[in-house]
């Protein structure tokens, strides 16, 4: 090609092509084809392939001389495609254990006992007590970034249809957001961002001298330190034992993560090149809704014969359409988030424009709320709700929205120079800046989490998955269901399993049915949860007690053999998607009439008052499940705000009464978790020390809830949206619903009784109607869902969250209209790890 431009290098004169001109056009054609062709194989090698073989061919080359290094041995047979050694047994992994095997605790305390440095506790008070779960959370749990033939090291397989799933993310902000969140867990923060906790006064005396300076979120010093010795070697990347030497030289050994130290390799092999990091994790695909339905009856939740699915065979259409939205708020002020309702239609307010207040939303925070395709949301400055910044019009392809002011209009490049440029000139703190980039890593795992599941990431990433590990369930004092193989690790908790529809798992429990009432109930206290007081409890109890609900005996032969005493309940799978157990029979008549006597005011301190719609962390009901629920909003008759929830609700924690503790810890029988967690203190703590603050518990107090005629609570969420900078994540993972009414049941003055055979004046008088709806549930048969009918004592169990952890969109629910009477529920929420 010559440098002038006329048309003859292309076969052109004079506008007209001749043949040969069109045989050259056709021949640059093919070129062109070729090289995009080529260019599309060799960038996907790049990031896909090229790369990751590359990589892992270094750290077989790094192996074996560190190998050498170390004990003088040729070790070039050990490769890590070859069998021995795997990575997870090889130096310099080896010498910095999965923190799996390590119970890291917070702060200074279990920071200087896993180094040994300590032998009692530390009288400064910069610790927290609380239960070991919570101190050895970790959110980096899950991810794994070593090479491992396909399948992760960090965790092991799920029968819990987990599959593995390869996500890409950035470089930057990728390595710096992830390396901040691995810092946050190995020493205990509370905040995803640990370095304000921890590098003020790091190398002081109290520390030992064992941690290092950190530096800052955009001045990390270990990350720092990586990028000279790459600038010192010309690019080059690093070998592991001096990557493994620059991040013990700032943390304790004991407190490195291999997966940590793999995720820095890559970014020492990739900050150049810019290519992406390649991690794994485990996500939850859905069963089709062909495995849904099985014959003959599975006793105990055994493993049931394989069903392949029967694709041919298509779920019902629902004809309910919401479905929950998130709103992301990255601009540098807090904002309110409204509904816009458009026109009332009819009634005394017809006409006027009907917007509602979801919340306010702090910066870089978000809100949740439920909706429909089609509504209407706007966000507005806190102090003028006219000035819309933004509208959206929701549809189901794009539940999580964000409003980014400052960045959206720019490429990633732009933006990473812009957050550059902000954060130097001051107008952005670290904090800041640090929690803008940990949404941006979000948003890029959850494009890669739409892809493979087909649905949206509602959770904040990184969420460990739940049921990772194996193991028996111990035989407490609480939880004698020792038969049962569970997935439990430090902070997992125990999902039952709902393969199919009719799966029966049989639990057994010693916290036995009150069958009679005790003439005194008292207000237990800290000093009641010490062991032989509460061994003394419970022996004083039993005689009250029974195995069966509705037989009043002691429940066994003597005071001697009331641990022994046990029984069993049958959990039933109504729903597999959502996830919803059903137990007849859970509470026994006495504690029904008990509960329905602290909601009706005959008994105890429990102020009823009008019931409340979320659980937020955010002021103005935000970061909960939204403050009102949009799909709530559109069902009013006159579109006022009580049309959400018309019921009336009170409080009880689980030390009101002995009564309310047996129901407290037959709830942990039914989770299978240790009912220690369902309490702020560890019996024995509070006598080393009395004032140690704890918030560890994973279980609300209990609600009692009242709805008249005409009441309802249409369908909304039970699961919250955390705070991204919050370490531990939490969220309501599960939801314990009880009846105290059913059909046709009467509460008069506080009581209730059933309607006697023949008087139509009391039946008509009788409950009717009220019904829990889960509208979205999977099924082949029904359209509208599963409806769940009241009936005295009966429990449903459902799970808010998805294996994998993210939030179950499907477990939408809502608790139908009562038609006639009352209806009475007790609910009680459940978290992971902590309540919020």
């Known amino acids: 090609d010559d440098d002038d431009d006329d048309n003859d290098d292309r076969g052109y004169s004079n506008g007209d092509k001749s043949d040969g001109s069109i045989v050259g056009d056709l021949k640059q054609h093919l070129v062109a084809v070729l090289f995009s062709i080529l260019a599309a194989i060799f960038a996907h090698a790049h990031v896909h392939g090229g790369g990751y073989v590359a990589w892992r061919e270094e750290l077989s080359r790094d192996w074996a001389a560190f190998r050498v290094r170390l004990t003088g041995a040729d070790d070039s047979s050990s490769s890590l495609d070859g069998s021995p050694p795997s990575l997870a047994a090889t130096a310099p992994y080896a010498a910095a254990p999965s923190m799996d095997a390590i119970p890291v605790s917070k702060r200074q305390r279990v920071l200087e006992r896993a180094l040994g440095a300590m032998e009692k506790e530390d009288d400064a008070g910069s610790s927290r007590g609380g239960h070991e779960k919570a101190r050895s959370y970790r959110r980096t749990r899950g991810l794994s970034f070593c090479p491992t033939n396909g399948s992760t090291d960090a965790t092991p397989p799920s029968p819990d249809h987990l599959v593995e799933m390869e996500f890409l993310l950035p470089v930057d902000p990728g390595v710096r957001v992830l390396h901040s969140y691995y810092l946050a867990d190995a020493l205990g923060a509370d905040s995803g961002m640990a370095y304000d906790e921890w590098s003020k ?217 812009e957050v550059e440029r902000l954060t130097r000139s001051g107008k952005w703190t670290e904090k800041r800046r640090f929690e803008r980039e940990a949404w941006m890593v979000d948003r890029s795992f959850g494009r890669d989490y739409l892809v493979e599941t087909g649905r949206a990431w509602l959770a904040n990433f990184p969420q460990p998955y739940l049921n990772q590990y194996y193991g028996e369930v111990k035989d407490e004092i609480r939880n004698v269901d020792a038969t049962e193989t569970v997935q439990n690790d430090g902070h997992g908790l125990h999902m039952r399993p709902a393969d199919y529809i009719g799966q029966v798992h049989t639990l057994n429990t010693s916290n036995l049915y009150y069958t009679d009432l005790p003439s005194t109930l008292e207000r237990l206290t800290e000093r009641d949860y010490r062991p032989e007081a509460e061994e003394k409890r419970r022996l004083d109890m039993s005689q009250f007690q029974s195995n069966s609900p509705n037989t009043k005996k002691k429940a066994a032969g003597g005071d001697d053999e009331v641990d022994n005493a046990v029984m069993s309940l049958k959990a039933k799978a109504i729903s597999v998607a959502p996830r919803v157990l059903e137990v007849k029979k859970f509470l026994s008549p006495v504690e029904v009439q008990h509960l329905i006597s602290l909601a009706s005011g005959i008994k105890g301190d429990v102020a009823m008052g009008r019931s409340t719609v979320s659980a937020s962390n955010v002021k103005n009901n935000g970061n909960g499940d939204g403050g009102m629920d949009a799909s709530k909003k559109v069902r009013g008759a006159n579109g006022n705000v009580a049309d959400a929830r018309s019921s009336t609700g009170g409080w009880i924690h689980r030390e009101q009464d002995a009564i309310v503790d047996t129901i407290f810890c037959r709830i942990a029988d039914l989770l299978n978790v240790d009912e220690g967690l369902m309490r702020d203190t560890i019996p024995g703590v509070e006598e080393e020390e009395p004032s140690l603050p704890t918030h560890d518990r994973i279980v609300e107090a209990m609600q009692l809830l009242r709805y008249g005629p005409g009441e309802e609570y249409t369908a909304h969420h039970d699961f919250t949206y955390p705070s991204m900078e919050n370490r531990y994540q939490p969220k309501r993972y599960a939801t314990v619903l009880m009846y105290l009414t059913g059909e046709g049941d009467i509460v008069e003055n506080g009581v209730r009784r059933r309607p006697s055979t023949g008087n139509d004046h009391v039946q008509e008088d009788g409950l009717q109607g009220g019904e829990t709806i889960f509208p979205r549930a999977i099924t082949t048969d029904y359209h509208d869902g599963v409806k769940v009918e009241p009936q005295s004592g009966k429990a449903i169990l459902f799970y808010n969250v998805l294996p994998d952890g993210n939030m179950d969109d499907l477990s939408q629910h809502a608790g139908g209209k009562v038609e006639k009477g009352v209806k009475y529920v007790a609910n009680v929420w459940i978290w992971d790890p902590i309540v919020n």
């Open 201 to 417: 006064g790091s190398s002081s005396s109290s520390h030992g001298g064992v941690l290092g300076d950190l530096g800052s979120y955009t001045n990390d010093a270990i990350l720092k330190e990586i990028d000279d010795v790459i600038e010192a070697s010309d690019g080059e990347s690093i070998m592991l034992e001096q990557l493994r030497s620059i991040v013990e030289s700032r943390l304790p050994k004991s407190l490195v993560d291999r997966q940590h130290l793999c995720l820095l390799h890559q970014y020492s092999l990739n900050k150049s090149s810019g290519r992406s990091i390649r991690g794994t994790t485990k996500v939850y695909d859905r069963p089709h809704v062909s495995t849904f339905y099985r014959r003959g009856r599975q006793e105990q939740g055994g493993a049931a014969a394989v069903v392949e699915p029967n694709y041919k065979v298509p779920p019902a259409s629902l004809t309910f359409t919401g479905f929950a939205t998130k709103f992301v708020n990255l601009s540098p002020d807090p904002l309110n988030l409204y509904w816009d309702g458009g026109r009332i239609p009819s009634g005394p307010r017809a006409g006027e424009l009907q917007t509602i207040l979801v919340g306010t939303v702090p910066s870089m925070e978000s809100i949740g709320t439920a909706s429909f395709p089609g509504h209407s949301f706007y966000m507005t400055p806190t102090y003028d709700k006219n000035h819309q910044l933004q509208r959206w019009a929701i549809t189901e392809d794009e539940p999580v929205l964000y409003y980014d002011p400052v960045l959206g209009d720019l490429s990633t490049e732009g933006q990473r120079a």
